[in-house]
């Protein structure tokens, strides 16, 4: 069996990712309220009680908002790194975490999973890929750049869920405060839509036949532009790299397209 997998939501509003190869499914991080994570996991097809396993990427509040009150009721492990748990005073029973690392890979739900450390304001930071019946996915938000590593793991996998968080020249003119905009747009902050039109255009391996643009800012980004920036980057490669790759976007306010392998 191959794989499945849909953004419950993305942004600075909350961040969820399920995926599936069968009746069970994962959940890559819960920053949705709980009750908003069950209801959209029910558009999805699946109920709260599918979900054999949590997944947390990193602490900070947009992707783990509703993980205590989620799992409250489920039994269920929740898979997160040492530092992570430390810094997010989650309370939930220590009975249901599972710690794990970057490039320790894992098993759930009949998916491996192998994490890794990528450059973020946060404790022990980490980006997945998802492997099942030869299917690769890369999920890959919440970093500052797109450093060697994650090349080389975005290599080979047949979706790619990619941050484009931001455009510069908005965020340069936004509202938020200068310390902000520097955190955003520095080393351990997000990438920005030309972060990832870069990588795509010159470090993408092509492979991959979705790639999904997720975690767009509300206030310093509009999905015209990162997808026009995308597709641009893409373009550039030419037609003798026969990229036949289809761009996708993830939104905060709705569950995205479902995408199966």
């Known amino acids: 069996m191959g794989l499945r997998f849909a953004l419950l939501g993305s942004g600075s509003s909350g961040n969820a990712t399920v995926v599936s190869n069968g009746e069970r499914c994962v959940l890559v991080d819960v920053g949705l309220s709980g009750r908003e994570t069950a209801r959209r996991l029910r558009e999805c097809g699946f109920e709260p009680g599918q979900v054999g396993a949590v997944v947390v990427s990193h602490e900070h509040t947009d992707h783990i908002r509703g993980l205590a009150p989620f799992v409250k009721d489920l039994d269920v492990p929740v898979f997160i790194t040492e530092g992570a748990l430390s810094a997010s005073e989650l309370k939930i029973d220590p009975r249901k975490t599972t710690l794990i690392e970057a490039g320790a890979g894992f098993e759930a739900c009949g998916l491996h999973l192998t994490p ?21 996915l890369g999920i890959v938000m919440d970093l500052g750049e797109i450093n060697q590593l994650a090349i080389e793991r975005m290599n080979g996998c047949d979706a790619i869920i990619l941050e484009s968080n931001h455009d510069l020249n908005m965020l340069q003119v936004g509202p938020y405060p200068w310390a902000l905009k520097q955190r955003i747009k520095g080393r351990l902050g997000h990438l920005s839509n030309d972060d990832a039109a870069e990588y795509l255009a010159g470090r993408f391996d092509g492979r991959a036949r979705d790639i999904v643009l997720a975690h767009l800012s509300e206030k310093n980004n509009l999905p015209e532009i990162a997808l026009l920036s995308a597709r641009r980057a893409l373009e550039e490669r030419g037609p003798l790299r026969n990229c036949q790759t289809r761009l996708q976007l993830a939104r905060p306010d709705r569950v995205s397209e479902s995408f199966n392998y």
């Open 116 to 136: 890794f450390s990528v450059p973020h304001d946060s404790a022990d930071p980490l980006a997945f890929t998802v492997e099942s019946g030869g299917v690769k």
